[in-house]
């Protein structure tokens, strides 16, 4: 293994961005002429989660819709925790953000009204545009990375694992990475974390292999400031066979009608919710969840409602189902929760800063206060979209205002340095991805976030030089269960068995710090010091 009294590369830039998918892209373009290097985990666009959606983009386009429905359907569903201020902000903006989209050239799906909307879960108009049917991510995506390829601006640093935040005095100054097996460091005047969100700290996940913390795992070890980590979003319908991550078999099959069934064909969302196939997601997550733990299994019925038509209107779920067997025109498909997006993340404010200085963050890492307990469907693309504008501009105002001071020299701890060349604890990290799914999953309890908590400490004694991977996983597993632990209720995406109702006097956000978990694990107590913000 190197050491590091081998020289490490250097670089240095105006704007490190950390994340290459939608919310990276999308600041990385509206930075210039600023000088962006630009961080993708693997081949550009293909780790980004922002790939994958097939639900599409949120925005109030319909003449007969208006931002304020957006606002109010958002809000509804936030386990009225979600900052409306912020929710005004991401709604009002909707619209400009879509037509941004197209005027980069991307493809949205039309009918003979002109763009076509649909109705998903919770919303009440039809206001969610798709493209190519279930591709909208993977159509977005390929247009934006054609224009970071076009842009002098940006260098884009392929294959490239952040390891940790350069950072001195609260201030950060860029990151250390590891690309071709080999310690690089890029010092910048701006960062942005843009890396995504937590799915693969779960057993069961609809996002890919980058999606494991990392970004807000780094933030976390800096000094940032964390926010409704707790509030988990599992997808009701991942299509429940052998494969990591699981297919999405997305929320517009039941907007076009589809049936929730189980193995005796028996409809049972009618019977939780007034909405039935279309309540918000996590009363359909833990629906479906409920059957499984009577012993049933569960599927969609698209036969009747969709039919012939399923392969030309959801060609990517169509292809999933017949790589794995599955007919859906003809067959029921199975399906299972899965972890899909975190609520929770990097606090931020309406201009994506962070607690620390020359930080900001963006897309499914940062917690804008946009979704509060629970996500809306579809706002997710949406929030990025968003916000990823607003933080380019408030670091470009920041560098024009403040001259170009030189960036100070700090050293790689050489605990961090040797971590980088750890093998990957596959073992380790599937058996804490188990651990995950049972205890800070669809459903928490007191007995089983403190057992984990246990072995966290275990895992931790037993692999002392973890891999990034690994390290990354166990913080931000220990993060979400100490935070489900003290929020002695339950809201959204955050369901306490032993807790099942709502308490008013845990309305409202709830803000950490790495430091406040590692004290009182250190001290043996379980009070994490979470703070609840009103």
Same mark, same amino acid.
């Given at each position: 293994m190197p050491t590091q009294a081998d020289t490490i590369k250097g670089t240095t830039t105006d704007v490190l961005i950390i994340g290459?998918?939608?919310?990276?892209?999308?600041?990385?373009?509206?930075?210039?002429?600023?000088?962006?290097t630009l961080l993708s985990k693997g081949p550009l666009g293909q780790e980004a989660s922002s790939t994958w959606a097939q639900g599409g983009i949120s925005a109030a386009l319909d003449p007969a819709d208006s931002p304020a429905n957006h606002l109010a359907d958002t809000l509804a569903v936030a386990g009225g925790i979600a900052d409306e201020d912020v929710a005004s902000l991401v709604t009002d903006l909707g619209p400009e953000r879509i037509r941004d989209l197209i005027d980069l050239g991307v493809i949205f799906d039309h009918d003979d009204k002109g763009l076509s909307l649909s109705r998903e879960a919770a919303h009440s108009h039809r206001r969610v545009v798709?493209? =190519?049917?279930?591709? %909208?991510?993977?159509?977005?995506?390929? *247009?934006?990375q054609l224009r970071v390829k076009e842009a002098a601006?940006?260098?884009v640093l392929e294959n490239a694992e952040a390891l940790d935040l350069l950072c001195q005095n609260k201030q950060v100054f860029g990151a250390s990475l590891l690309?071709? =097996?080999?310690?690089? %460091?890029?010092?910048?005047?701006?960062? *942005?974390?843009?890396?995504?969100?937590?799915?693969?700290?779960?057993?069961?996940?609809?996002?890919?292999?980058?999606a494991c913390g990392d970004g807000l795992a780094m933030a976390a070890r800096a000094g940032a400031r964390l926010k409704d980590l707790e509030f988990v979003q599992f997808h009701p319908t991942a299509i429940d066979v052998e494969a990591t991550p699981r297919p999405l078999a997305t929320e517009a099959l039941r907007g076009d009608g589809a049936w929730l069934v189980n193995e005796t064909g028996k409809r049972f969302m009618q019977d939780e919710h007034p909405l039935a196939e279309l309540a918000p997601r996590d009363v359909v997550a833990r629906g479906i969840w409920q059957q499984i733990q009577k012993g049933h299994r569960c599927y969609l019925d698209c036969r009747k409602s969709i039919g012939d038509v399923f392969p030309e209107n959801f060609p990517t779920v169509y292809a999933h189902c017949k790589n794995h067997g599955i007919d859906p025109v003809n067959d029921l498909i199975p399906v299972v929760p899965a972890a899909h997006y975190h609520m929770g993340g990097i606090e931020t404010d309406n201009r994506g800063r962070t607690k620390l200085k020359r930080l900001w963050a963006c897309g499914e890492v940062a917690c804008t206060g946009l979704h509060g307990a629970n996500r809306l469907a579809s706002n997710s693309l949406l929030e990025a979209l968003v916000f990823a504008p607003?933080?380019?501009?408030?670091?470009?105002?920041?560098l024009a205002d403040n001259a170009v001071r030189s960036k100070p020299k700090i050293k790689i701890p050489e605990s961090a340095y040797a971590r980088a060349y750890t093998k990957p604890d596959e073992e380790n990290i599937s058996e804490l991805q188990t651990l995950n799914y049972r205890h800070i999953g669809l459903c928490r309890d007191e007995k089983g976030l403190k057992m984990l908590l246990k072995e966290l400490d275990r895992i931790e004694l037993e692999?002392?030089?973890?891999?990034?991977?690994?390290?990354?996983i166990m913080t931000v597993s220990r993060l979400i269960a100490a935070t489900a632990l003290e929020r002695q209720e339950s809201r959204g995406g955050h369901y306490r068995l032993d807790y099942p109702a709502s308490n008013p006097q845990y309305q409202h956000h709830s803000t950490i710090d790495l430091s406040d978990v590692i004290k009182n694990t250190a001290t043996g107590t379980?009070?994490?010091?979470?703070?609840?913000?009103s």
């Open positions: 290459a998918g939608l919310a990276g892209l999308m600041a990385a373009l509206r930075l210039a002429p600023k000088t962006v798709h493209a =190519n049917g279930d591709s %909208t991510g993977k159509e977005v995506m390929r *247009v934006l601006h940006i260098t690309q071709d =097996n080999q310690v690089l %460091t890029v010092t910048a005047e701006a960062t *942005v974390i843009a890396t995504g969100g937590i799915g693969q700290i779960y057993s069961a996940t609809t996002n890919p292999f980058a607003l933080v380019s501009k408030d670091i470009c105002d920041s692999v002392p030089h973890a891999s990034a991977r690994l390290r990354n379980t009070n994490t010091a979470m703070k609840l913000a």
